[in-house]
Every structure is written in structure tokens, then in C-alpha cells.
């Protein structure tokens, strides 16, 4: 492979997939050579309510590192930056063939399903499993990876040391992970990685396309749940048998609350939420009980009753349990 | 019309409460010769026939057959306001909507009436067919809910096995097996804990836990239990009310379709 014939994507043509990996085009010749590689990974869209959660890692050769330091002087906690220096730093990254990148991006229905399954998977174990595979994916490009420097929401993800621990030993303790709450601003590899998961959630939700007929409402502000243009977006949007657009996290609370609670909802809403029906479906385990098994019907005779006498006046069951009366003089109607 | 007292509004409450798990809504038979309920569950696997002669009653009175379709669960709630010493006499109309409830407390100090709004259930009445089964098993009926709950901790099915020998409850399950064994013994000191067995031949029939369950929701009805099995027919768990031995007075049986081998 000659990195000097690919050309590498920038901000404008890169094509953030709805779900799954995206990765610079070429390895980094000093890591194709098999020098000692350090990595960094951070995440980004923890929070919304709506749209995909990316995870990225960036990484280099240790011996590029004073380099790289020196040359890429601005990468820095992606939060600390606008939008415009975001996508050049990132163009940049792209462009520099000593480093090497990779995005996982997880949409909004794989963490709904993920959340939501009867066995549900928890939001630190979708983000324990995708750092896993982004690091898992630059071990398979052959990258002798030695370092690694993970920020971590500290007050999610739980106690560092033990997340480091529990990374340490999902990788048969060859690598030396670091993990801190501000490894983004810490580390230059980190920085770049944030950079490259922030760029890469904000061009996916930018470029977001529903695939539900009908819908196209992309004035939903920042998708976090504190904003009010999200709020309004999660009224509006609100379906009454499909619930949400796949562009929402089903599991989110305030998504969750709003299918629920539609007694709570202000009387503007109702009207929407009106259309929203709790289903409950046949308990499971009462068809497992029963499979297998022979019915009480092919042993015993079955006879329909016969009716006797007039017509009953009692309720029929469906009419008792919607409390419907049968009215038969004219005059109670009118 | 219809008219009935029960000396103890307890053992109604007890019926009702042991079959409104099983049976949701069912209509209660009522002829010059007592009252009777037939149901099956929604699967068709478990069937109950609860069977209530005259004699169960202080005073009973039917000038003509009367159908009750009944929503159990509600029964059993207004069932709940009844006293400990309370009797109840319930009351009926020919075609009337509503089931009168009335409980009086011992010295009649106190009297409470509650209706039941009726419906027209459409179920089919089945024709239990006179089974001769070579299984019979009498023992304690806190033993059986005991045994039923144990094995319900390790598994879904549970099979059921006589043998001279005695008889024996198997599950197996993801996290391991259970047995337990009870041997004939007809002369234990208390007559309640005997098991007494009559036998043709062996029989083993696999039977779904969750139904065994909702049956042994009757062990307060009664100290005994009586167990009934020949191979390919539901087995029958049966609970006579009032003096347990006496089979005239009323009785409550629930009959369970065996599992078939997945082979």
C-alpha cells in the first residue's frame, strides 16, 4: 500500500456510517514497522437523548511522539474547542500520515436495544466493549500497542483504577493503561481522539437522514435532554405506535417517560400522547408452562352450552369489561 | 331465585381465592342440588371443578337453575371484607345482573351487603369423563405445597412417580436436579401426616410446575390431599371441603394435562 496515492479524507468527505467503524485509510508507516505504539480513546454523545454515541481512538508510534507533540501543537480537549478548529485539527489528523484513527460509532437503536433487551446491557458496558474492539481493531492492523490513555466519565464508568484494571486484563495485561477523568487534556493521543469521536457524532447527526416515511424534523438543538429545542423535538416527534424515530435512544429517561406517563404530560401534549397504548403482551412463561403439554380438551368432551330461555340481559364480557350497557327503550336515548 | 348461607364466609373466600389465580372469569352452576364451577385456564392445560352439594349449606334454596358468570378476582375482593366468624348468604335473581352478598357477623351485630355486577360468559362446558386411575395417593396437603415450591426452585417440570416403593417428586433444571421421596407410611402418630398409597402398577407422568402452583393455593381448604394418575390422562389433585373425610359436602379438584416427551 503507497500512502502516497490515497488521499485522506477531510471533514467534508469523510462518511460517517450509521453504525459501525470508521478508520484512517492507511496505517502509519512507523507502526506498520512494528515500533512500540500508544493510543489514546475517548468518547463523545454520552449524554443525548438523541443520536449515536462515537467512540474514537487515535495512536502513533512512541518514537513519532516529540514530533507530533511539537507539530501538533493545538490538539486539545475536544470540549475546550469550537466546531470550525475541531474539523480543521481533525483534517489534519487525517492528513498526517504518522497517525492512525479509528471511530466506532454506536446509533441510537443499537444502545436502545442493547438497554432495552430482556438481559439488559448497561451504557459503561457498551462503551467498555466498544473501547475494547477500537483497540482490538489497531491490534489487528499490527500495531505493537505498549500505551494506552482512556478518559473516562470517572462518575459513570465508576472507580479509574478498576476500569484500567479490568481493561488491563481484558487485553492479557500487554498493554499499560491510564485512565482519568481529563486524559483528553492530559494526553496528546487522547486529545486526538476526542477530536476525532466529537467531529465524527457531530457530522452523523448534522448529516442525519430519517429513514421513517414522513418524518424530517431536524430541529432538535443540541440532542441533549436539558435543551428545549430537544424537548420540544421529543413532543412533537412522538408516534403513537412506533414511539420514536430510530434517531432517539429509546432507553434514555426522558424518552422512557414520555411513552409512559402520558397522564403526567401538561394538557397541551396530551393530544399526542393520547395516541401512545401501553401493550402488555401474554406472559411468557405461562406459554412455557403449558408447551408440551397434552390439553385438558383432548381428553375431556367439549360441548358448547346450550342456551335456554330468553335472551340473557346480562352484560356480555367484552361489554362488562369496557362498562358499556345495552340500552333497550328508545326513551333512555333520548 | 336463589338463596344460600354459608355458616363460614372463610371457606368461601378460601374457594375463591384458590382458583381466582388459575381462572379469571367463570360461571357458577347453581341447581337444586348445590353449586358447581368448572373452568380451564387460558391454556386449555388445567381444568378446576369445584363441586358444593347442599348439605355444605346452613340453608339453600334454588327454585330454578341459575348460570353466575362471575369475574373471580372481583368476587374475591368483596369476598376480603367478610369477617373471620362472618356467614355469608348469597342471593340471586332468575336472569338478574347482579349476585347479592351478604355477610353477618356471629351475634348479627354487624351486616354488610355487597353486589356483584354479572356477565354472560360464552365457555364451553366439558364432560369430565369417569376415569378409573391406578394411582391413588393420599398425603398432607402442607407437604405437597412444600414439595411443589422446593422443586419449583430448580426447574419448570416436574415429574411425578409412584412405585410400591413410595412416591417420588424429580425436577431437573439449569442449575442442577431435585428428588424427593415420600415412602408409604399409613401409621405415623399424626393422622394428617400419613401417606397412604394404593398402586396397579408404576406410573411417572411430567407435569409443569407453574400449574402445581396455582393448585396448592388450596392447602388451607383442607389437611389432606388426594393424588390421582393412570398414564396419558391429567393428573387430579383433589381437596374435599369442610370434614375431610367426608366426601358428600363439597370438594375442590383441579385436573392437569401430563407433558409430553419431546422425542
Given at each position: 500500500m503507497d500512502a502516497e496515492t490515497i488521499t485522506p479524507v477531510t471533514t467534508s468527505t469523510v462518511q460517517v456510517p450509521i453504525d459501525g467503524l470508521l478508520e484512517s485509510r492507511t496505517t502509519p508507516p512507523s507502526v506498520r514497522r512494528g515500533e512500540a505504539v500508544k493510543l489514546g480513546i475517548d468518547e463523545a454523545g454520552r449524554g443525548p437523548v438523541l443520536g449515536a454515541m462515537t467512540f474514537g481512538t487515535?495512536?502513533?508510534?512512541?518514537?513519532?511522539?516529540?514530533?507530533?507533540?511539537a507539530s501538533q501543537k493545538e490538539i486539545d480537549d475536544s470540549k475546550q474547542l469550537?466546531?470550525?478548529?475541531?474539523?480543521?485539527?481533525?483534517?489534519?489528523i487525517a492528513a498526517d500520515e504518522r497517525m492512525g484513527w479509528a471511530v466506532e460509532v454506536v446509533s441510537a437503536a443499537r444502545i436502545s436495544a442493547e438497554m432495552l433487551q430482556v438481559k439488559p446491557t448497561s451504557l459503561n458496558a457498551i462503551s467498555f466493549d466498544a473501547t475494547c474492539r477500537l483497540i482490538q481493531r489497531v491490534?489487528?492492523?499490527?500495531?505493537?500497542?505498549?500505551?494506552?490513555?482512556?478518559?473516562?466519565?470517572?462518575d459513570t464508568v465508576g472507580d479509574p483504577d478498576s476500569y484500567s484494571e479490568r481493561l488491563t486484563r481484558a487485553f492479557d495485561g500487554k498493554i499499560k493503561f491510564t485512565v482519568a477523568k481529563k486524559a483528553d487534556a492530559l494526553y496528546k493521543c487522547t486529545g486526538a481522539a476526542s477530536i476525532c469521536a466529537k467531529v465524527c457524532r457531530d457530522l452523523s447527526i448534522a448529516r442525519w437522514t430519517y429513514d421513517e416515511p414522513g418524518v424530517d424534523d431536524l430541529d432538535f438543538g443540541s440532542g441533549y435532554p436539558s435543551d428545549p429545542a430537544c424537548v420540544a423535538w421529543l413532543a412533537r416527534n412522538v408516534h403513537g405506535v412506533f414511539g420514536y424515530p430510530n434517531f432517539c435512544r429509546f432507553s434514555w429517561a426522558p424518552a422512557k417517560a414520555r411513552l409512559r406517563d402520558t397522564d403526567t404530560q401538561p394538557d397541551d401534549l396530551k393530544a399526542q400522547f393520547g395516541a401512545v397504548v401501553k401493550v402488555d403482551f401474554d406472559a411468557k412463561d405461562e406459554d412455557d408452562a403449558a408447551a408440551n403439554s397434552m390439553k385438558i380438551t383432548d381428553w375431556a368432551t367439549v360441548s358448547k352450552k346450550k342456551q335456554t330461555g330468553p335472551a340473557k340481559k346480562k352484560r356480555k364480557r367484552a361489554h362488562f369489561y369496557r362498562s358499556l350497557e345495552s340500552l333497550t327503550e328508545l326513551a333512555e336515548v333520548c | 331465585m336463589f338463596e344460600a348461607t354459608l355458616n363460614k364466609a372463610s371457606t368461601l373466600k378460601k374457594l375463591i381465592d384458590a382458583i381466582k389465580d388459575l381462572v379469571t372469569d367463570g360461571?357458577?352452576?347453581?341447581?337444586?342440588?348445590?353449586?358447581?364451577?368448572?373452568?380451564?385456564?387460558?391454556?386449555?392445560v388445567s381444568l378446576v371443578s369445584l363441586v358444593l352439594h347442599t348439605d355444605m349449606f346452613e340453608h339453600f334454596r334454588c327454585d330454578r337453575a341459575v348460570t353466575l358468570g362471575i369475574n373471580?378476582?372481583?368476587?374475591?375482593?368483596?369476598?376480603?371484607?367478610?369477617?373471620?366468624?362472618?356467614?355469608?348468604?348469597?342471593?340471586?335473581?332468575?336472569?338478574?345482573?347482579n349476585l347479592s352478598i351478604v355477610f353477618e357477623?356471629?351475634?348479627?351485630?354487624?351486616?354488610?351487603?355487597?353486589?356483584?355486577?354479572?356477565?354472560?360468559?360464552?365457555?364451553?362446558?366439558?364432560?369430565?369423563?369417569?376415569?378409573?386411575?391406578?394411582?391413588?395417593?393420599?398425603?398432607?396437603?402442607?407437604?405437597?405445597?412444600?414439595i411443589v415450591r422446593d422443586m419449583t426452585v430448580l426447574g419448570d417440570t416436574c415429574s411425578i412417580g409412584c412405585t410400591k416403593e413410595g412416591v417420588k417428586f424429580s425436577v431437573h433444571g439449569d442449575l442442577g436436579a431435585g428428588h424427593i421421596t415420600l415412602r408409604s407410611n399409613a401409621s405415623v402418630d399424626k393422622e394428617d401426616e400419613a401417606v397412604?398409597?394404593?398402586?396397579?402398577?408404576?406410573?411417572?407422568?411430567?407435569?409443569?410446575?407453574?400449574?402445581?402452583?396455582?393448585?396448592?393455593?388450596?392447602?388451607?381448604?383442607?389437611?389432606?390431599?388426594?393424588?390421582?394418575?393412570?398414564?396419558?390422562?391429567?393428573?387430579?389433585?383433589?381437596?374435599?371441603?369442610?370434614?375431610?373425610?367426608?366426601e358428600g359436602a363439597g370438594s375442590l379438584s383441579y385436573y392437569l394435562a401430563p407433558k409430553i416427551d419431546e422425542e
Open positions: 487515535c495512536y502513533w508510534s512512541i518514537a513519532d511522539d516529540d514530533a507530533i507533540e469550537t466546531d470550525e478548529k475541531r474539523s480543521k485539527l481533525f483534517d489534519r491490534l489487528d492492523r499490527g500495531a505493537d500497542v505498549v500505551e494506552a490513555s482512556v478518559a473516562a466519565f470517572v | 360461571n357458577i352452576e347453581v341447581s337444586e342440588t348445590g353449586m358447581n364451577l368448572q373452568a380451564m385456564d387460558s391454556s386449555h373471580l378476582p372481583n368476587f374475591a375482593k368483596i369476598l376480603k371484607c367478610s369477617g373471620n366468624d362472618d356467614s355469608v348468604t348469597l342471593k340471586a335473581q332468575d336472569d338478574g345482573e357477623s356471629e351475634g348479627q351485630e354487624r351486616v354488610s351487603e355487597f353486589e356483584l355486577k354479572l356477565m354472560d360468559i360464552d365457555a364451553e362446558s366439558l364432560g369430565i369423563p369417569d376415569q378409573e386411575y391406578n394411582t391413588t395417593i393420599k398425603m398432607s396437603s402442607s407437604e405437597f405445597q412444600r397412604e398409597i394404593q398402586m396397579e402398577e408404576p406410573v411417572e407422568l411430567n407435569f409443569a410446575l407453574r400449574y402445581l402452583g396455582f393448585f396448592t393455593r388450596a392447602t388451607p381448604l383442607c389437611g389432606r390431599v388426594n393424588i390421582s394418575m393412570s398414564p396419558d390422562v391429567p393428573i387430579v389433585i383433589a381437596y374435599h371441603i369442610g370434614d375431610k373425610d367426608a
